[in-house]
């Protein structure tokens, strides 16, 4: 009977309908909510997450814009400080760099440079990622570069509650946060509790317990980090999963307690090597409990290269659950 009145309050559902749920709820929730970008609208957005939106809350909600992110972001900009709360929708990471002056010089210091005067309550959610073979412009994993800013919050969903779960959260902050969610998680489908509602941004979350070394990694690579201490776990070596959750700011707390626990670290991130988000948290927990340690940190990222469209290329250059095996093995002296 209690199995059944658990089964009762959950629904299958994909990430894609986890945002398109809290989008939804959201514009119910406060009339001041619109979502704005290219194709959000007849289209239904580029990856189907606000399909149906349009005809639901109508075009002064759902508002269609020109190719010009540099322009529509700033509207998002100036309606944030009118007042309104709008989601800004760009369609990838990389058309984003068209934005970023709107986003860096704007949206991230105006409550810096006016004396605390105004804020911008902006969120600006993107896809981010490779996987779907749709080279190199549209397949990078720049959220590392955002979380270098001051004035802005970054976030990755990797679970279907918190898809669900952040926008809201994010709408209630005062000042901007960007949202990236991994292009090959929105057809990740399983249970979410109907009443699944804002989650906590602040905390990243320790997805498996582990005793002997910790995985440390965010976003689309998340499953794949899963996968491999599921393999670990087969072969004697414990491992703990921690999800960042939040990319900027960094819950050093829960990165720290882990590392103390384990002793041993590998950071995965699907950005770029050099500079990435994974040489912060490196050097964070260097800086933070290098005496802890019982041995190197490891990394795995993303081969240096602009993201290729062949697929045994594309899956060559982004990291794969074996490499995070063999690089935990290796500092485990277990090759």
Known sequence: ??????????????????????????????????????????????????????????????????????????AGIGAAMGGMRPIVELMTVNFSLLALDQIMNNAATIRHMSGNQFGVPLVIRMATGAGKQLAAQHSHSLEGWYAH??????????????????????????????????VMLYNMSGELPEDAGAVNIDKAAVRREGADISLITYGGSLWKTLEAAETLAGEGLSAEVVDLRTLRPLDDETIMASVRKTRRAVVVDE?????????????????????????????????????????????????????????????????
């Open 1 to 74: 009977m209690a199995d059944a009145a658990a089964k009762s309050t959950t629904r299958e559902i994909t990430y894609r309908e986890a945002v398109r749920a809290a989008i939804r709820d959201a514009m119910q929730r406060d009339e001041r909510v619109f979502l704005m970008g290219e194709d959000v609208g007849r289209y239904g957005g580029c990856y189907a997450v606000s399909k149906g939106l349009l005809e639901e809350f109508g075009p002064a909600r759902i508002r269609d814009t020109p190719l010009s992110e540099s322009g529509f972001t700033g």
């Open 149 to 182: 800013i001051p004035g802005i919050k970054v976030l990755a969903p990797a679970t279907l509650a918190d898809a669900r779960g952040m926008l809201w959260s994010a709408l209630e902050d005062p000042d901007p946060v960007l949202i990236f969610e991994n």
């Open 271 to 335: 950005g770029w090597r050099s500079g990435s988000l994974a040489a912060e948290v490196c050097t964070r927990i260097m800086e933070q409990a290098f005496w802890d340690l019982d041995g190197p940190l490891g990394r795995v990222c993303s081969e240096e290269v602009p993201i290729p469209y062949p697929h045994h290329l594309e899956q060559a250059a982004i990291p794969q659950a074996d490499e995070v095996v063999a690089m935990a093995k290796a500092l485990m002296g277990r090759e």
